[in-house]
């Protein structure tokens, strides 16, 4: 069973930089089928659509985040990650992984709440 | 890119069906068949409950069904039961320009 699992900092300072790793257990990350994707929810509030990546590193953003946004894989130890450049309260939230198959997510983290406060 | 519009809540008896409605544009709903709903209860990941408009996953309750006409997809729940009750999101491929695109989503309670 494909399991997905973030990990990060809970806490970053505001102007700084937001870093978060997926490990992908259960199955391989450079499965052709595939897309990998970070979406976020600050409390309270609806889901958000960051980007996906692919294994051979094609990514897909958010317009209105890809200035800030970089998502990367690593294949070698089976994992994708997300930066968020600048953040400000407004990137506070919960921020899940998840599998992209043809534009629906099947398979979710269980989400890490990420909080930006000095 | 704007987010899709969903009602804020619906309220529905056990027993019940009732639809919760998804408005896109004719760049996201209008032109593709890549909506898909998910279920959310607090605390939770959200869970795929419909893809590609119509499609169930393995294991979703067949009380769960999608469509879509013109700018607006549906998802409707039948027979409704206590543990309905959660908040649903529609999501939408939105082309090149704009990508994926979630609804607000809707909280619904079982009355």
């Known amino acids: 069973q494909l399991q997905l699992q973030e990990s990060g900092p809970g806490l970053v300072k505001p102007s700084e930089t937001l870093s978060l790793t997926c490990k992908v257990s259960g199955g391989s990350i450079s499965n052709n089928n595939y897309y990998w994707g970070w979406i976020r929810q600050p409390p309270g509030k609806g889901l958000e659509w960051i980007g996906s990546i692919y294994y051979g590193g094609s990514t897909y953003y958010k317009p209105s985040l890809k200035s800030r946004v970089t998502i990367s894989v690593d294949t070698s130890k089976n994992h994708f990650s997300l930066k968020l450049t600048s953040v400000t309260a407004a990137d506070t939230a919960v921020y899940y992984c998840?599998?992209?198959?043809?534009?629906?997510?099947?398979?979710w983290g269980q989400g890490t709440l990420v909080t930006v406060s000095s | 890119q704007s987010a899709l519009t969903q009602p804020a809540s619906v309220s529905g008896s056990p027993g019940q069906s009732l639809t919760i409605s998804c408005t896109g544009t004719s760049g996201d709903v209008g032109s593709w068949n890549l909506v898909s709903w998910y279920q959310q209860h607090p605390g939770k990941a959200p869970k795929l409950l419909i893809y590609?408009?119509?499609k169930r996953p393995s294991g979703v309750s067949n009380r769960f069904s999608g469509s879509k006409s013109g700018n607006t997809a549906s998802l409707t729940i039948s027979g409704l039961q206590a543990e309905d009750e959660a908040d649903y999101y529609c999501y939408s491929y939105a082309g090149s320009s704009a990508l994926g695109v979630f609804g607000g989503g809707t909280e619904l309670t079982v009355l």
């Open positions: 590609e408009v119509t």
């Open positions: 998840a599998r992209q198959d043809n534009w629906n997510y099947a398979y």
